[in-house]
């Protein structure tokens, strides 16, 4: 018993001197963290997924910094959403087609040189020429000459190197040609992709990626890919919305629930990220410190009306019945804790009444009604075969969950437990395969992600006989014409208007089900004040300040 | 000897192109990745066509694989999809989680075998029962939920460490997660220095050696020690591959950026550079430490010769 007590003496000895090597190490990572940190805001990130050039980034990561180190012609002012001028003067037209565009002078980009009109062209036509193969390059599409830098066929040589509808005038004005009228073309302007370049961007690209110049508010003091970014205020910036901060600093996580532990640990300061099994205690681990407003993302599941099944009048109703079969309420309320809201149109509230957003657009058709939705399918001859499937990929953002949910609700309704069947797709790009191959047979997911806060945004690409990702194959002339004249239109009301009607054809023809309008979320640590985000859900960056 | 280990690196070199192109196969498999670029949108045919290009995914598969070899071996791995080269990813990401697999081995090599001794001597024992009763627990719980629960306490409640690891990966910082990577390895090799050391008590060269009169200490480390640790040391060696590839839970708790992430990274996004490559050189890890294991042997047990 002597040995086992002197044996149990030495591997407490040893725990308690893991554990104090343990604290030390604690105590080293704190001050070290502390010490980078300093007046700094800590934000989390994730690594983006293309190289950082304004033209090839589709999702918010990357957006986060460009929307940092960037400034286009035009802003979106965080809490409006309104398109408000940056480094415009002024965009000019007479016709909503031919525009002459003055921008600001003394705007200078991060390495000293200054912007000009130039700058301008070159970015666009950059982005849009098929041998650089940006993913963002359908921004330019609606400038004259797009066609022949980026013919649509594959494997079709370009036939020019720039688009003719650009011609810059001198320093401060250039003009742009459009291929058809389109009078909200300005309003788009604040996107991202249409960020100005420096000469630096051309003369050495691999060491401008490394570390890329912009003209914004911030400039990036040093890049970590995949691990971390500093963004310190670029002294000589000339927009009104400076910095009203020391800087920022990127913090790449793998995991969101990391993020949100070291948030609740005083380590990070905004966290845009939240994960789902915390949203339910958040509000109140946060004592307040958390945002849950709309974002410009609409969730909505369509249908293949290139299936025949899926084609003439009975299966419109089946459509609106099928719609009014889906408890959107209780969905979002027990699986997204209410960071969705039911829709109740084909747009997104960030869009604001001006804007063209109304509620209740969709009407009856939308609010969840059992008994109506049981006569209108079974008047219509019921589900084609008898039964529907439902379509996603389940490898993120409870999927899985919600289309469980909504099919449960469809099968309560028709009273029958195979009438909606859920389809997991174990990845989103074989589920994107699928369905831009056309090999869906019933209703599928579609998640839109508004690339300016527009009403057309919401509209034209998805629903357009030819839109870019009208996956449902859904082709109304009368649609395509009110879209072509609310395009035409002199004025934003008579054009918001005219969307608005063709919107109501949508209810009619239901080629989607509007499901609910995300939002974008985020919590925040006591030490910064002033946290919001803009309508893409992106912390404004630039207004957060530090106590 | 050294035609033994010459023979074993040769052997080698079958094994290193069967297994990027059993994985080059499989990552192949799971679709066409350009898609997914794109978004919630519809890929723009033209540019989807460009990008397939680039990436050698408009050729036949066996095509795609004889151009990845030959890049390979002018020490280019290819590129992820977001434009970094995967060499560059290896550069970060090897080291990071080399340290973290040191941690780890250095807990299951001190506790783990330290605890097996004891429980070993103390066959029976409460000692020897308690030290049971702890593996048992560690191998019934995941590690996931252990992670995070310890991760939570000494991180937000106590505040004792950071509970996000900084981009540096300190070793100091990487004790914690280390001590959770290696809980469950450290159960097995406690459960394996145990019952080696039981067995071998009972051996006629311990009864000889505590006959001669030989102090208890040199008896145990030098005679017991030393031949009890053979299955110890070949279960290390294999483990010195899983620390490094199998980290990936630990990982994401700690939000280290090692090869587990980047690994969980390239299949997620379907970039057969990032995960052949990543793949390929945790096989040649696994392959040197089964050597360098196998040549351990020789000397922990003079009776065993190479030739």
Redesign the interface.
Known sequence: MR??TR??TA?AG?VAL?LA??????????G??AGAGGELVRASWG?????LEPANT??VQGGKVLDMIFRGLKRYNPDTAEAENAMAESIETEDQQNFTITIEDGWTFQDGTPVTAQSYVDAWNYGAH??N???G??FFEFIDGYDDV???????QPTADTMSGLEVVDDTTFTVRLREPFSLWPETLGYAAYAPLPQSFFDNHDAW?EKPVGNGPYLIDSY?????MTLVPYEDFAGDDAAQNDGVEL?????N???Y??L?????DVADDIPAAQLRNAEQDLDGRFINQPAGIIQTVSFPLYQEEWQGEEARRIRQGLSRAIDREQITRTIFNDTRTPATDFTSPVLQEAGGYQEGLCGDVCEFDADAAREMIEDAGGLPGGSVTLTSNV?TGSHREWMDAACNSINNVLGDTDACVVNPVP????F??Q??NDRMTGMFR????MDYPLIQNFLQ?IYYSTG????SGYDNPEFDALVDRANAAESEEEAVDLFQQAEELLVEDMPAIPLWYQNGIAGYSERVDNVKLNPFSVPVFTDITVD | MGRYIIRRLLQMIPVFIGATFLIFVMVYALGDPVGALFGDRAPDPATAARLRAEFNLDKPLYQQYLLYMRDIFTGDFGTAFNGRPVTELMADAFPVSFRLMLVALAFEIVFGIVLGVVSGLRRGRAVDTTVLMFTLVVIAIPTFVLGTTLQFFLGVELAWIDPAVSPDARFSELIVPGLILAMVSLAYVTRLTRTSVVENLRADYIRTAVAKGLPRLRVTVRHLLRNSLIPVVTYLGADIGTLMAGAIVTERIFNIQGVGYQLFQGIVRQNSPTVVGFVTVLVLIFLLANLLVDLGYAVLDPRIRYA
Not at chain 1, 47 to 51: G, K
Not at chain 1, 251 to 255: A, C
Not at chain 1, 446 to 449: E, L, R, S
Request: proline share 6%; net charge negative.
């Open positions: 040995g086992g044996l149990a591997v040893l893991a090597a343990t604290a030390c190490g604690g105590d080293d990572g704190g070290g963290g690594e983006p997924q293309h190289p589709n999702e098929i041998d193969a940006q993913i390059s359908y980026h013919p649509a066929e594959e494997g079709r990626l970590q890919p995949s691990r971390s913090i790449v996580y793998t995991d629930s990391t993020a532990t070291d609740q640990a005083g380590n990070l490898d990845t989103f790009a074989d994107r395969n369905v831009t579609t998640g839109w992600q690409p870019s990702s009208n996956d």
